[in-house]
C-alpha cells in the first residue's frame, strides 16, 4: 500500500552546483585504460563506452575535487544565493556515498567547521546516494527546522583513481568482487559534483514530500533487498587491510535490478503525486528527474508525457553526478533564465539503498525575483 506524501512547509531559497571540467567519454577511456577482454592487450575506447551506458561526456575533476574546500565553496554560494549567513542555519544535512573521511561522520564536521555553522547545530550526515536529496528532504520536514543547508557531492575521480590519474587496479580487473567483470562501469557512469540547497519553512507553503525504502513492498511486488550498489568493504565484514579488502572496496553496480527499480520507483513517485495532487505536472514549471542514465531517463519522460523542457537532463553530457544531479538541473536552468521567481518544482528521484522519494517545493532564490517584486 502506497504511503502519502506529507506535508512539506518550505521553500527553496539558494541554491548552487559545481562541476568539474566537462570531458568527452574518449578522453576519458584514454585515461582509465580498461583492458578489453575482447582483444586482450587493447583499452576499451570511448565509442564503445558510449554505446554500453550512453554517456557521451562527464564532469571530471579529480584536481578540483581533491579536499572538501570545493564543497565548502559550494555551500557558501548557495548561503549567498539566499542571502544567508552561516549564523542563520538551524540543520546542516550533508548527502554523499563517498565521503572523504569514512569515520564518525567526520566530513560533516569538518564542512560545518569549514562554514562557520553555530556550535549547536546538529551534525547530520546520510551515507546516501542517488535518492539523498528526497531522503534529506523527508528528513528536514520531520524536524520541523527553520531553515535547512543540504549538502551534496559524489567524487568518483578520488575513489577510482590514483594521485597520477591511473584507475586503481581494483577497478581495472577484479575477481575478487562479485561484479568484478564491470567494476569499470561506475567510474565511467558516476561523475564529479557538489551542490547545496537551503531550504525555509513558511506554514504557507503547500508542498509536499514522500519517501519510500520499498523493503517491504514495492508497489505490487515483494519488497525490494538487493542495494543495487555493492561496496562492500571496509566495513567489519571486511576490514580495512584484511585480505581481499581493497578489492571489495569498490562501487558494482547490479545493472538489471537499478534499471527495473528506476523504472518502478520513477512511476511510483509519479502515482504517489499524482494521488496527493491530482494534475500536479501543470502545477509545477519544472520536474528535475533523478540522472541515472539516458535510456531510463528518456523512458520515465515518455510514460508521463512529459516534454523535453518540463523535464530537463543533463546524463548524456555529464553523466551521472548522484544526489547533486537535480540541483544540477536547478542551477542549468538559473544560468540561463529558464525560472522566475515563485515557480513550482518537482523533484523526484531513486537510488541505492534501495530508496526513492519526490517533493515539490517554489523556488524562492532571491536573485530570481522579478523587479519590483516584495523583498523575499
Not at 561522520?105 to 551534525?123: C, K, N, S, Y
Not at 576490514?239 to 579488502?245: E, K, M, W
Not at 520513477?266 to 509545477?284: C, D, F, I, S
Amino acid at each position: 500500500m502506497l504511503t502519502a506524501p506529507r506535508p512539506f512547509p518550505y521553500a527553496l531559497t539558494g541554491a548552487h552546483t559545481t562541476l568539474g571540467p566537462v570531458i568527452t567519454m574518449d578522453a576519458w577511456a584514454k585515461l582509465a585504460q580498461v583492458p578489453d577482454r575482447r582483444k586482450p592487450g587493447s583499452a576499451l575506447d570511448g565509442p564503445f563506452i558510449t554505446r554500453l551506458l550512453g554517456v557521451e561526456g562527464k564532469s571530471w575533476g579529480p584536481e578540483q575535487f581533491a579536499t572538501p574546500e570545493t564543497v565548502a565553496e559550494t555551500a557558501r554560494a548557495a548561503l549567498s544565493s539566499a542571502h544567508l549567513d552561516a549564523r542563520d542555519i538551524t540543520t546542516v544535512v550533508v548527502v554523499t556515498c563517498n565521503p572523504y573521511q569514512t569515520l564518525l561522520d567526520q566530513d560533516a564536521f569538518t564542512l560545518m567547521r569549514m562554514l562557520g555553522i553555530a556550535e549547536h547545530v546538529l551534525p547530520l550526515q546520510l551515507g546516501a546516494g542517488c535518492a539523498g536529496l528526497a531522503r534529506a528532504a523527508a528528513l528536514v520536514a520531520q524536524l520541523a527546522t527553520e531553515r535547512a543547508l543540504v549538502i551534496a557531492y559524489s567524487v568518483p575521480s578520488q575513489m577510482s583513481f590514483d594521485e597520477d590519474g591511473v584507475m586503481l587496479p581494483a577497478y581495472q580487473d577484479n575477481a575478487v568482487h562479485p561484479y568484478g567483470k564491470n567494476l569499470w562501469a561506475a567510474p565511467a557512469l558516476f561523475s564529479d559534483a557538489a551542490a547545496a540547497m537551503v531550504l525555509e519553512r513558511d506554514e504557507d507553503i503547500d508542498g509536499v514530500v514522500l519517501y519510500s525504502r520499498d523493503s517491504q513492498t514495492f508497489g505490487d511486488e515483494p519488497g525490494v533487498d538487493d542495494p543495487l550498489i555493492h561496496y562492500l568493504g571496509g566495513g567489519t565484514e571486511h576490514p580495512t587491510g584484511a585480505p581481499g579488502s581493497a578489492e571489495m572496496a569498490c562501487f558494482g553496480m547490479n545493472a538489471p535490478e537499478i534499471a527495473h527499480y528506476y523504472s518502478g520507483g520513477m512511476m511510483l513517485n509519479h502515482q504517489m503525486l499524482e494521488a496527493a495532487r491530482p494534475g500536479y505536472l501543470k502545477e509545477v514549471h519544472r520536474v528535475y528527474t533523478h540522472q541515472a542514465n539516458p535510456l531510463l531517463v528518456e523512458e520515465f519522460i515518455q510514460r508521463t508525457g512529459l516534454t523535453a523542457e518540463q523535464a530537463p537532463s543533463n546524463v548524456r553530457q555529464l553523466g551521472n553526478t548522484v544526489s547533486p544531479s537535480t540541483l544540477a538541473l536547478l542551477h542549468a536552468d538559473q544560468e540561463d533564465g529558464n525560472l522566475t521567481y515563485g515557480d513550482r518544482a518537482c523533484f523526484s528521484v531513486v537510488g541505492s539503498g534501495p530508496e526513492r522519494g519526490a517533493f515539490i517545493t517554489p523556488i524562492r532564490i532571491p536573485t530570481l525575483q522579478p523587479l519590483g517584486s516584495p523583498p523575499a
